[in-house]
């Protein structure tokens, strides 16, 4: 156990009261120790996370973090020895939960040049270097911080954020000012690399000390958080050049066409596919289908010989979150995503994705076709989602919704401390602009309530499940929407008459369903997700995910529509094989992530599947996903609005910060 003065065991004491209680704010004041600095921690600009850190009587250094994400989030606490330098770290205690509560609890020691370790029951030693200081030791980012001020007057240094050292160094890359009511605070952004590839950047003030790490999560030394949006606006003036540069460098363009040849063609409209198959394209269209030999190859068209692999649409991303100035894209755009619909962007500006698509659609930046669903809105409240659309009023609701539909959004996403009494005036104003509304079901009520008051689409197949188990009387603002289902949601009869009624009211009120089956796979079944005290536990756990993956397979074969996503937590190859592992054909779930997402979209005259006039969105794989589903793993080649990627450049590319 670490060992804490008692002014850390007073904060301890406080922060775990504030966790075990219900109340609309769950903050606590910095430590009472010397050399204190605390940190707030937005999550999409929504405040109410926090870390600090201090050093006791000892000169031991003190670090806490706690990350309040709607009912759960890792909470940890850590301490740090240097040695007589003051500046190399040479032992680490950790202890704490991971974001579902799972006990977490490692140690790391260097004794002359062995690092020993232990986390949980495993341990080990490895030798290394004298000169090597321990790294990762503190919660919040003002660690950063730490390795610049370290770092001045050297080249480098060697840390080891684990076990395995790198050598580090840090650059100035750029200067900003907030003007305080206390005065001006000049900043300067710190780039810290390894081997000239980016680990981490943070705003330091003139002495070097943290201020602000600035993206989807974002840290602030204490009273300074007001200041997000300025900042993330400096940092996106320097990226953008080399954000397009690198989209520029990725997509591979011919003026003279393309020609894919000896093609396996995949018809995902009737599940067949035909072997000999050659595609021209033209521009960022499909031009030309026909046999090998049958169709001309246009002079000086770049030839791709597809044999042995089959071609297919771009598979369609229907529960993704783009989130801060990361380049997460260009990965989806290597699996196979050409198109995404995003469902929120982690951003304290809840329309960056605005301007993110544009860049997508105009080649400055990589990443797939954006469909903008995500007009979020929740209630106030410590539960209130991640991001700044909080609303405490009917009137304000219905005034975001209007904002969402002139910036073009299609869609409307409901959350779970969204207020019940303001559901139906705000669906009927997102109704009256043409917009959909998906989302959560708002706690307090059930989900046939919410379809009867207008839902167009349940996201997330718990709260499915939570239909049949009370959910109208849980709290389901936080973990409430995940444990009921965990611990009784086998008791669900799939084929029973409730279950039964409810599918033909989705049937007959045409509302979707968004399962993220793959999401409660983990959640539900791995020693990482929802903790379990026994093995009796876990095995009620591993039934309801199986439950709850036969109801989904039930919907479909009721003629529910279902869209698949992942919510940013897993493969979307994954959620398509446990479609087709818990008994849909591999052609269904094909479908369902191609032509039958473009089809929920209204894009399916241009996008969806291969055919002659339609945007050039096409997947080359080794082997024929619709005998084998899990072949969509497989990609050799992307090709999206016309230009071709190659995953393995697009994986290996460095959004390279100035």
């Given at each position: ?15 775990a009261a504030c966790a075990s209680t219900n109340v609309a704010s769950r903050e606590a004041p910095a430590p009472p120790a010397r050399d204190s600095v605390r940190y707030e ?240 394209i033209r521009g960022n269209r499909i031009a030309e289908i026909g046999n090998d030999g049958s169709v001309p190859i246009p002079v000086g068209a770049r030839v791709i010989d ?252 009721a003629g529910v529509r279902l869209v698949a996503g992942t919510d940013n937590s897993c493969a979307l190859a994954r959620e398509l094989e446990l479609y087709v592992q818990y ?76």
């Amino acid at each position: 156990m670490m060992r804490t003065t008692a002014p850390a065991i007073a904060l301890l004491a406080l922060t775990a009261a504030c966790a075990s209680t219900n109340v609309a704010s769950r903050e606590a004041p910095a430590p009472p120790a010397r050399d204190s600095v605390r940190y707030e921690i937005l999550l999409g600009g929504h405040a109410g996370s926090f870390g600090a850190e201090w050093r006791d009587a000892e000169g031991t250094l003190r670090g806490v973090e706690e990350i309040h994400d709607r009912g759960r989030g890792p909470r940890r606490r850590t301490a740090t020895r240097f040695d007589s330098t003051g500046l190399r770290a040479i032992e680490v205690r950790e202890e704490g939960r991971d974001i579902w509560g799972n006990p977490v609890n490692s140690t790391r020691r260097i004794v002359g040049d062995t690092l020993y370790w232990q986390r949980g029951a495993d341990s080990g030693r490895v030798a290394i270097a004298r000169d090597v200081s321990l790294a990762g030791w503190l919660p919040s980012a003002g660690e950063t911080g730490f390795w610049v001020r370290v770092l001045r007057g050297r080249d480098s240094l060697r840390i080891a954020p684990w076990i395995v050292p790198m050598v580090i160094s840090a650059r100035p890359v750029a200067t900003d000012t907030l003007r305080t009511l206390h005065g001006d605070v000049p900043l300067t952004l710190w780039r810290l690399e390894s081997h000239e590839r980016p680990l981490g950047r943070a705003w330091l003030d003139r002495d070097r000390r943290f201020v602000a790490e600035v993206d989807a999560q974002s840290t602030f030394r204490s009273g300074l958080q007001s200041f997000e949006r300025q900042l993330y606006a400096t940092q996106e003036r320097l990226i953008a050049p080399r954000r397009a540069a690198l989209a520029t460098q990725l997509a591979q363009k011919s003026d003279s066409g393309l020609a894919i040849i000896h093609a396996r063609l995949i018809d995902v409209e009737a599940g067949t596919s035909a072997p000999g198959a050659t595609v021209i394209i033209r521009g960022n269209r499909i031009a030309e289908i026909g046999n090998d030999g049958s169709v001309p190859i246009p002079v000086g068209a770049r030839v791709i010989d597809a044999a042995g692999k089959s071609l297919m649409p771009g598979l369609w991303e229907m529960h993704g979150h783009y989130g801060g100035q990361s380049d997460a894209g260009r990965f989806k755009l290597a699996a196979g995503i050409t198109s995404q619909r995003d469902l929120v962007t982690l951003s304290a500006d809840p329309f960056d994705i605005v301007a993110r698509a544009r860049r997508i659609r105009s080649g400055r930046e990589v990443g797939p076709r954006v469909i903008n669903a995500g007009g979020f809105i929740d209630g106030t409240g410590y539960y209130g989602g991640p991001s700044t659309v909080l609303v405490d009023s009917a009137a304000q609701a219905v005034r975001w919704v209007n904002a969402y539909a002139d910036s073009g959004f299609v869609n409307i996403k409901l959350y779970s401390s969204f207020p019940v009494a303001f559901v139906a005036p705000t669906i009927a104003a997102a109704h009256a602009r043409g917009l959909r509304v998906s989302g959560h079901v708002p706690s307090g009520l059930r989900a046939e309530q919410a379809v009867r008051l207008g839902f167009d689409e349940l996201n997330h197949m718990n709260f499915v499940m939570l239909n049949f188990l009370g959910g109208d009387t849980i709290d389901t603002r936080g973990t409430g929407r995940f444990m009921p289902v965990a611990e009784r949601g086998a008791t669900v009869n799939v084929e029973g008459p409730a279950v039964r009624d409810f599918i033909a009211l989705l049937v007959q009120k045409h509302v979707a369903v968004d399962p993220t089956l793959c999401v409660f796979e983990s959640q539900f079944t791995s020693a990482r997700g929802l903790p379990a005290t026994s093995d009796a536990q876990r095995a009620r756990y591993r039934g309801a995910f199986e439950t709850m993956a036969r109801l989904t397979l039930a919907l479909h074969r009721a003629g529910v529509r279902l869209v698949a996503g992942t919510d940013n937590s897993c493969a979307l190859a994954r959620e398509l094989e446990l479609y087709v592992q818990y008994g849909m054909r591999p052609a269904e779930a094909l479908r369902i992530a191609t032509l039958g997402a473009a089809e929920y979209a209204t894009l399916q005259k241009e996008l969806g599947s291969i055919a002659v006039g339609k945007l050039a969105d096409l997947v080359l794989v080794e082997g024929n996903p619709l005998e084998k589903i899990a072949d969509v793993r497989n990609v050799r080649l992307v090709i999206k609005d016309g230009a071709v990627y190659d995953p393995p450049a697009l994986t290996r590319a460095v959004l390279d910060w100035p």
